[in-house]
Each structure stands twice: as C-alpha cells, then as structure tokens.
C-alpha cells in the first residue's frame, strides 16, 4: 500500500491555466506539506497544514492554495501558471509530538512542466 | 543565506571508495535527518539524530551530529553503485505549538562508478 500518493505523476499544461494536485497519505498522519523541488534539487517548503490549519506558508505567491478537505488529504492548486512554475512538487506527511523529532514521508512526486 | 550547507555538491567515485558527506549550519536544530533521494522518486528517510555527539550506523553508512546539533556527517564504507543518488541532509526547529519546521540543505549527488 502508498503511504502518500500524489496525482498526476505529470502534468504538462500551458502559461495561464489553473491546476490542481492531489495528495493523500494512509499513515494517520496529522501534518501534510507541499515542497517544490526547483531544477538544481533544492528542496523548498512551500506549506504544511496541521489538523486543517495552515501553520506554515513560506513566501509562496498566493497563486497557490493549499485546499484540505480532511486530515488525509492536502491538495495544491495552481491559478494563472508561468513559466517559473516548472519544477517538481512533493507532498509530505508527517506525525509531530509535541517535542520529539519530526519525519517526513514523501510522495513520488509531480512534474509540473509550464509551456 | 542557505541555513544548511551541505558539501560536497558532487561526488563521483569508484566502487569500494569510502566517502563522507558534511552538513553545516550556524543554527542548532532539535534534530537532523539524512533523506536519500533516487531519480524520479521522493526523499526517503535513512536516519533521524537528536542528541549531540550521537552516532548512528545503517549498514555501511556510519551518520553523527556534532556535539552542538549545527552539524552533521555521513560516512560511507566501501561505496557500492547502489548507494549512487542523492543525498540530503534535513534539520528541525521548533515553529512553536508543538510544530517543527523542517530545512533542507542543497543535497549530495553521488556517483559510484562499477
């Protein structure tokens, strides 16, 4: 079983559109995330989402919405894509206690590639 | 300014080589993870280090944070073609209310030759 599964593995769409990702994760987890992954492997935190309340958001454009219809989803949607868009976009999901160390479960991966 | 430095940025050595991958911030994290990344795929956790000075081993990969938890080190022993990918080194701080944010250094691409 996918313990975070991402939809579309690609997605190939032009400058301008509106798009979504979808992300699950079967782990119980209670915090989901959105990472970009830029074309030099930098990985960059774009949102986390814990119990349905966005307690992170990096400085993002606010094209992008995170959308959490419960705690195991967390979807990313994209208005009026450019160019810059084009990367890799992770989900994440993890459990945090309140002082212990805090692990990432990552989902495959979405390409995004803006034309 | 990268909170994380990660070196080196590339690494291509021969099978059996043995190799160490350094992870450097002026911050202290309340712990660090190590992911390892391969084409086409997400980060994967290979070990998690909260106290200082503690070491940790995973076959022939040897992880240590420092004394101070700013940083950190990923020894591999006789490097095998199946280790190649990319590493990344991971620190956490608390954002409060029991919340961590997590950050990533640049990553290590490694290459072991056959």
């Known amino acids: 079983d996918t313990a975070v599964s991402q939809t579309p593995k690609y997605l190939v769409t032009q400058m301008g559109n509106d798009k979504s990702i979808k992300c699950e994760q079967n782990?119980?987890?209670?915090?989901m995330y959105w990472y970009k992954q830029d074309s030099k492997k930098f990985l960059k935190i774009m949102f986390s989402?814990?119990?349905?309340?966005?307690?992170i958001n990096e400085t993002v454009p606010n094209r992008f919405s995170p959308k959490s219809p419960d705690k195991a989803h967390l979807n990313l949607h994209i208005n009026s894509l450019e160019l810059g868009d084009s990367a890799v976009y992770f989900c994440?999901?993890?459990?945090?206690?309140?002082?212990?160390?805090?692990?990432?479960?990552f989902g495959p991966g979405t390409r995004l590639t803006v034309t | 300014t990268q909170l994380l430095e990660q070196s080196p940025q590339f690494l291509s050595i021969q099978e059996g080589e043995n190799l160490t991958v350094y992870c450097n911030s002026s911050s202290v994290f309340s712990s660090l993870q190590w992911y390892r990344q391969e084409p086409g795929e997400g980060p994967v956790l290979l070990v998690t280090v909260v106290t200082g000075g503690e070491v940790k081993k995973l076959k022939r990969l040897t992880f240590q944070f420092g004394d101070a938890r700013k940083d950190s080190s990923l020894h591999i022993t006789a490097a095998q073609p199946g280790d190649t990918g990319l590493y990344l080194c991971?620190?956490?701080?608390?954002?409060?209310?029991?919340?961590?944010?997590?950050?990533f250094g640049k990553g290590t691409k490694l290459s072991v030759i056959p």
């Open positions: 782990l119980g987890h209670d915090t």
């Open positions: 994440a999901s993890s459990q945090e206690g309140t002082s212990g160390p805090y692990e990432q479960y």
């Open positions: 989402y814990n119990n349905k309340e966005l307690i």
């Open positions: 991971a620190g956490a701080r608390s954002s409060g209310a029991g919340s961590y944010q997590l950050t």
